[in-house]
């Protein structure tokens, strides 16, 4: 097996489109190619997340439109779909086949039309990937599951209701900072100053969630394209290497047993610090799936960056903003730079690698750049997990 | 490679009569509509697994906590704990009529949790009540929409000691 690296990277502005998703995903895929220096007749397969187009544009099979598009010829172009982590499981399995000999280019991102569905027919496709049998009929939403998950905390780590709601609200405190100073976000500008109070008092979506716990419904896409280490040199002087993936599969809500600790997640984290040689204190930075502000505390405890219970008052005390222990979503994430969820993973992906090459916007990049860095990505209520590791030198 | 040897097999196909055996082995000892038919009749269903004796609930084809494949329908008390609840406010589409509701989680006397909503007065829904008894008292009926074709259910559950 060989190792593989990422030459090229594309992301469009998140937000609301009026471009089609064919459109979006040309889009960041040119921006990538362009990056790598390579052209459409250099790709040799097509890998794209994409949880929706069927509800968003009445479009199923849409890999194989995406490079018709780009008229990359008649290779194989294949979707993934895992919910919200769609676009890193297609970038995990790009891998794969990279490092497998099988091909040298290829292709591989996401995108999504969520925010043109409209709020209600949104939230019902969202919800598709929750047990349909099961959470289907008692009308769980995605919010839901995460104040169900939050309620839990509490209960699990004995933190008051109330003091709990204002801990999480400073993980959507500092991911709007971040988010507004993204010029490709889709809160730029806006709410860069919000307050704990902002978001505690504002309209209740899921109780205890608000609706700024939340990230938003979003249009967009991102892409990469990979080749082998060992030719990595040949298009770019800073090339940025996978180290490590990590992939696992959840259950129905009712059989993943404890909410605040899914093994899911926990299994998928330890798989990509195994193949990469890694511990959690050897990364410097971290994009993560803070699709609900609980879901950020979560996961920085499932991955292994603090001990259980420890997230709130480690972001409280300002521990994963710029400047603390472990930076965590300086592109703003989910909450601040918006969720076209199939797009997600290769967004996550773009931002480690802008931070490596030290193209992060200002106020978002680190200082050093990060030697290694990790994505997070979650599908579904904790059904799809997937983890990539990153870093500037090869193994 | 001078042993190797060679299977000599006719391919004459297989019998339609074998085929159709096959088929009827059954694989699932409880389908979900019989587990939600039981439900529509006031009772809480699932399987008891003949090698571990654990209880799994909403059903599945293999055992929930072993795997086992030797599972035996049983009839549940339908009490538990309240794990957990939320309540909506936003609901998806189809559901707007219900709000607001409670969904919850329950870890039923037996072993196995499972979800369904919690019928409560929405200002006592607070989180003091996790960690109640709570017990089935019925069932809500989602009537599906262009992609969920027939009527579905979930358990109700009340705290018990509380009408």
């Known amino acids: 097996m060989r190792d593989v690296a990422i030459i090229g990277v594309g992301h469009t502005k998140f937000g609301r489109a009026s471009k089609t998703s064919l459109e979006l995903f040309s889009e960041a895929s040119l921006q990538a190619m362009d990056d790598a220096g390579v052209i459409g007749q250099d790709i040799e397969a097509l890998f794209q997340g994409a949880a929706l187009p069927g509800f968003e544009e009445g479009q199923v099979m849409p890999a194989a439109f995406s490079a018709a598009e780009l008229n990359l010829g008649h290779i194989p172009a294949t979707r993934y779909e895992g919910a919200c982590a769609s676009a890193s499981i297609a970038i995990r399995d790009a891998v794969m086949w990279v490092s497998s000999g099988e091909y040298d280019i290829v292709l591989a991102g996401g995108v999504e039309k969520a925010l043109t569905m409209g709020t209600a027919f949104a939230t019902r496709t969202f919800a598709m990937s929750c047990h349909a049998p099961t959470e289907g009929p008692a009308g769980l939403t995605f919010p839901g599951v995460f104040a169900m998950a939050a309620r839990r905390y509490s209960k699990e780590y004995d933190i008051p209701l109330d003091t709990l709601r204002e801990k999480m609200a400073q993980v959507s405190v500092k991911n709007h900072k971040h988010g507004a100073l993204n010029p490709r976000a889709q809160f730029y500008k806006k709410m860069g100053d919000l307050k704990v109070e902002d978001v505690v008092n504002a309209r209740m979506i899921a109780d205890p969630l608000t609706l700024m716990d939340c990230c938003p419904f979003s249009d967009g896409a991102a892409a990469l394209v990979l080749c082998p280490a060992e030719d990595a040199g040949k298009y770019m002087d800073d090339p940025v290497y996978v180290l490590g993936t990590g992939q696992s599969s959840g259950s129905s809500l009712s059989k993943m047993g404890d909410l605040t600790k899914p093994v899911s997640r926990i299994q998928s984290a330890k798989v990509a610090f195994k193949h990469a040689g890694l511990e959690p204190r050897d990364i410097d930075i971290l994009e993560l799936h803070d699709c609900f502000t609980i879901a950020e505390l979560i996961a920085l405890e499932c991955m292994g960056f603090f001990g259980w219970g420890e997230a709130a008052d480690a972001t409280a005390q300002g521990e994963t903003d710029i400047g603390g222990k472990l930076p965590t979503n300086m592109s703003g994430g989910l909450i601040g730079k918006g969720h076209p969820i199939g797009a997600t993973g290769a967004s996550q992906v773009y931002w480690i690698v802008k931070q490596m090459r030290g193209e992060a916007a200002k106020g978002n990049q680190i200082d050093p750049v990060p030697e290694y860095g990790m994505t997070d990505t979650l599908g579904g209520d904790f059904g799809t997990l997937c983890h990539i590791i990153l870093g500037r030198t090869k193994r | ?163």
Not at chain 2, 23 to 37: G, K, Q, R, V
Not at chain 2, 46 to 73: D, Y
Not at chain 2, 105 to 126: F, N, Q
Not at chain 2, 127 to 141: A, P
């Open chain 2, 1 to 163: 490679m001078a042993n190797k040897k060679v299977m000599k097999k006719e391919m004459v196909g297989k019998e339609q009569e074998e085929i159709e055996k096959e088929l009827s082995n059954e694989y699932i000892a409880l389908t979900y509509a019989d587990y939600e038919a039981g439900l529509k009749a006031g009772k809480l269903l699932g399987l008891k697994c003949a090698s571990c004796g654990g209880i799994t609930c909403h059903p599945m084809p293999v055992c929930q906590w072993c795997s086992g494949r030797h599972l035996e329908k049983v009839e549940l008390s339908g009490e538990g704990e309240l794990r957990t609840f939320t309540i909506i406010r936003v609901a998806s589409e189809g559901f707007e009529d219900d709000v607001p509701y409670i969904p919850c989680l329950v870890e039923i006397k037996e072993g196995p949790c499972i979800i369904g909503r919690l019928d409560i007065d929405v200002e006592s829904a607070t989180q003091g009540i996790i960690g109640k008894t709570v017990t089935l008292d019925g069932i809500s009926t989602y009537n599906g929409d262009k992609f969920v074709s027939g009527e579905h259910v979930c358990p109700v559950f009340k705290i018990v000691g509380q009408e």
